[in-house]
């Protein structure tokens, strides 16, 4: 059972080899291990990663880095990382034994329309629950909204910085709202809608994807992990208020 | 507490020691052990390899290597398993402490039926659920059956391949169609019912158990785990869908 | 925060020191800690020994050891042990700074009614909701009863042994049936009902107490653990068949 | 991504260096660390500290030690580790690169108002559904309540201490009484009602926060970890008892 190639010209091995566990190629391993044994861990968010599903990509100066297609996650080596130039979008280093993810082009659009520095895709079983409950009780073009969630403080506001560079997060009171896109036969094919998701909420970090899961993004690697996670959580409580008839929006 | 036996006639010794951790031997173990903990881990699958349920075989080369019934699976040990030979079906060695596992005959349906190299039996109460769901609301004839859910992605379309010997998987537009057959007093006794299934159901990778769970399998260790996990990811997804009044198959 | 005490009459100590991790003073540690841990990853069952709830005991020669009440299970230690004399009943061994277990009568009562030589309680969140919807649904008195799953064939029919001494196990198409208790201010004054429910129901080995958990023994510590995974199996599910409108005894 | 700051006036290194386990700038270290594992694994609960929700705070002698904000909890260190003077409420150390926690004042009062040595604060998802569902059915000012579920006997009666200062705990036939306060844009406002809260329930060791979580204290580490883990499991069976139409409170 080999599913890790390692074939590749050896020539971009530098681009991929280091000591520094801060090194984006050893940090998509860590964070696909992780994520993979979170995943386990955590009741139904196992999905995320489940098998070879969901992905993650990080940008790294001149370099973006993707982790593979169809690799199982915990398995994942620092080796299998396709490395593309983010100024002509070639790749600087393809393992020849793998397939580069679907995904690219939308990571790709986060890394380009937002700056976003680190892109995390996964299919979320409630963020896939929640798609299809805006779908029948809000219409076909709604986004996910709630508000009055303490938890909705993880998530930032908008790109605005203040006077030290730092990003606002949305308030108490404030409302989160993510937009729907519907999916599509091939992955890539969902940039154009995903694109236009983000022109559309220009202040949104996040994008849910019908009957699919969700792109979340952030400034920086931790942002995006700790984004993801409080989104993850926002979705399964809402799962959880619509079973019990809570509103997403309190009526007073 | 001795539940891993190790007598049995040493001359078979060198079927099961190997130092390469990708010997069928101790795949099988570590593939137990990792079922085991994830399925702790994971919020109700854990059911999947609880105690001593559930099972998985591997075929490897003029061999088929089968975890004993009754171990607890998280201790199994490479001398623990059964080892057959794929042609006379006879056993090439029998750990005297143990029983075989009642799945032998299912497993081996897999292998000669579809060519399977692993063959991956589980309890998971989603997949139980899911029979009895498709009992009440389809009929005891019915398939599970659901469309346009992006993980269906995961599971081969049938058993044709392209040219470079590339298998094809479902599209998110397609349906995938998993058949249930009835429990039976002794599991041995499933074989007919499950054979007939596979021939009424020629693409199928997986059939569902009533009331018991379900048996999947893959072309080859890697394939059959993560069609395994992303079969139950759906199996889980349909479940909730049900208590949300959300339809497996959308009406447009 | 010291919650291990150590303080004890030396003399004892013979009685827990063992380099034999199968010796039941080792053996009741690992347990608790696999428990322990297992509950924080198997979802909802974590509170079979969240904090310091729940307990096991072991019946090993003239011997009981019984685990503490008041500690943290994954912080148990060999010296945290009771030991008690089977046939006098007296303490072999008292950790000065440790209450012993309100469950030891309770305990005992499997070991001298039933032969155990282990016993388990826990507070499954499953096993509370099924006392409940049982005393809802069918009253006060009556046991809970399920059919044909496959998991219930993990339960033995009875105390019965065949020539070889093996126990029978319960057929998928024979009946589950723990017996119910009405839960008492304090764990000891269970004892009377816990033997009531013992002659009452002469094949079972568990008994569910009402708003409080569920008792399961076994022959040896393996088949305590494998019968308490599977009845939570069992549990687990019937509460899910219970949201989704899924009789427990198939009509037909 | 260095996300744990180290840069902090070197004088007050030894107040959080320590080959102690038990000294509090490595308890609370192995506190995050553990409920951020165990909160991945138990299913629902993760989101206790998920990303960089939650906290804790321990007191020391005459020094308060504060976790700070915005850390990733499985990342912490005993260097980013607040402490403040209790008497005169003035910080001993500020690691440079962090936030105080927004709980800081919200722990304190547990500290002066009830003489505790932990608090911890989760945004457990339970939690938060309680505060809904009590909102809903029994109104805006009422507490949550609930009777004859044996666990509740894992959280203390009062502040009453016997002969031998031990605390008493609740009957299995007393009842539990929560308080429920209303969220607050910043966690600091919450300070005054939490306060009257304690004032108009003397007796609770706990604080639910609407949409928001619960604050829980204990004696010391061991105690408010226990009493965290026995109010969560009350919340989750409490809420799975509200989906299947079972009564918190038993009429008879």
Redesign the interface.
């Known amino acids: 059972?080999t599913?890790n190639g390692s074939d590749h010209n050896l020539d971009s091995e530098h681009l991929v080899r280091s000591e520094d566990p801060?090194h984006p190629a050893n940090?998509i391993c860590t964070l696909c291990r992780k994520f993979y044994?979170?995943?386990?861990?955590?009741?139904?968010?196992?999905?995320q990663v489940?098998?070879?599903?969901g992905g993650t990509s990080i940008r790294h100066g001149p370099h973006i880095y993707i982790a593979p297609s169809g690799v199982?996650k915990e398995l994942m080596e620092p080796t299998d990382m396709f490395v593309m130039d983010f100024e002509s979008k070639e790749y600087l280093r393809k393992p020849k034994s793998h397939k580069p993810s679907a995904c690219t082009p939308l990571f790709m659009s986060s890394f380009t329309l937002r700056d976003a520095h680190c892109c995390i895709h996964t299919?979320s079983?409630w963020a896939?629950?929640i798609t299809?409950?805006v779908e029948?009780d809000f219409g076909p073009s709604a986004p996910f909204e709630i508000e009055?969630?303490?938890?909705i403080k993880?998530i930032p506001k908008n790109y605005a910085r203040d006077a030290n560079g730092k990003v606002a997060y949305l308030?108490?009171?404030e409302r989160l709202r993510i937009p729907i896109i519907e999916?599509?036969?091939h992955e890539e094919d969902l940039t154009d809608s995903l694109q236009q998701a983000m022109n559309d909420y220009p202040d949104t970090y996040a994008v849910l994807?019908r009957?699919?899961?969700v792109y979340v993004w952030g400034d920086?690697?931790?942002k995006a992990?700790?984004?993801c996670?409080?989104l993850d959580?926002i979705f399964?409580?809402a799962?959880?208020?619509?079973?019990?008839g809570?509103p997403w929006m309190p009526k007073d």
């Open positions: 059972m599913i801060q940090l044994t979170l995943g386990w861990r955590f009741s139904r968010r196992f999905e489940t098998g070879t599903g199982q299919h079983q896939v629950l299809l409950l029948r009055r969630i303490e938890q993880g308030g108490y009171f999916n599509t036969a994807v009957r699919h899961g920086n690697v931790h992990k700790t984004q996670e409080s959580y399964q409580l799962v959880e208020m619509h079973k019990l809570l």
